[in-house]
């Protein structure tokens, strides 16, 4: 059974950073890649990055030159640092494992940009 978990997301002023952490554990076959998504109040789901098992990352154009996707050694341990923080960056933050059988999520971590 795939599990992931989030950190702790928290209160971060306007221009601040933060950096979240996924990891992932359990037997993981025919990896493709990990995902950040974000969910805001009152909005879809929103794809933010994402970084493959090759290393190739992507990103939404409204994080683009701010957040960070990283997966620094061989385990699944995915970092999204996001700086330079905007209000409209307030969102529960979802990371997914994308798999050729399929996707696993956390359960989400609550990150709030506010003054």
């Known amino acids: 059974q795939v599990q992931l978990v989030e950190s702790v997301g928290g209160l971060v002023q306007p221009g601040g950073s933060l950096r979240l952490s996924c990891s992932v554990s359990?037997?993981?076959?025919?990896?493709?890649?990990i995902a950040w998504h974000r969910r805001a109040p009152a909005k879809g789901r929103e794809l933010v990055a994402t970084i493959s098992g090759g290393g190739i990352t992507s990103y939404a154009d409204s994080v683009k030159g701010r957040f960070t996707i990283s997966r620094p050694n061989a385990n699944y341990a995915v970092y999204l640092k996001m700086n330079s923080l905007k209000p409209e960056d307030t969102a529960v933050y979802y990371c997914q494992l994308i798999t050729l059988g399929g996707n696993d999520w956390g359960q989400g971590t609550q990150v709030t940009v506010s003054s």
């Open positions: 359990g037997r993981i076959l025919n990896f493709v890649a």
